[in-house]
Nanobody, 124 residues
Framework: QVQLVESGGGLVMAGGSLRLSCAAS????????LAWFRQAPGKEREFVAS????????VYSDPVKGRFIISRDNAKNTVYLEMNSVKPEDTAVYYC?????????????????WGQGTQVTVSS
């Protein structure tokens, strides 16, 4: 089993920045891609960003492209999401996810493990 624990959420003003972290532990696969998803109240969970095992390939959803940056540190089994120029519509619970296999993807069904989520609230 793999455990994912997110941290770094909170309240931020529009236009500001926030950095989320997610630490993986347990029986992690030999190589695995990581991603961030989010879910706002009354909405479905949506893809935000994904990073490959090597960190060399990333995928972003259109709403966050150019504002958010996903990265990982395999020595620490940690993935980060740097959120810049945040908007009120970025308000959501942010979830970290891991999938077996090295390839980054935005397809939610590919992900095998999920964290409990961290709340991000952007005030206008």
């Amino acid at each position: 089993q793999v455990q994912l624990v997110e941290s770094g959420g909170g309240l931020v003003m529009a236009g500001g920045s926030l950095r989320l972290s997610c630490a993986a532990s347990g029986h992690t696969p030999s190589n695995y891609a990581l991603a961030w998803f989010r879910q706002a109240p009354g909405k479905e969970r949506e893809f935000v960003a994904s990073v490959s095992w090597s960190g060399g390939a990333t995928v972003y959803s259109d709403p966050v492209k150019g504002r958010f940056i996903i990265s990982r540190d395999n020595a620490k089994n940690t993935v980060y999401l740097e959120m810049n120029s945040v908007k009120p519509e970025d308000t959501a619970v942010y979830y970290c996810a891991a999938k077996r296999g090295a390839t980054a993807t935005g397809w939610v069904l590919k992900y095998d493990y999920w964290g409990q989520g961290t709340q991000v609230t952007v005030s206008s």
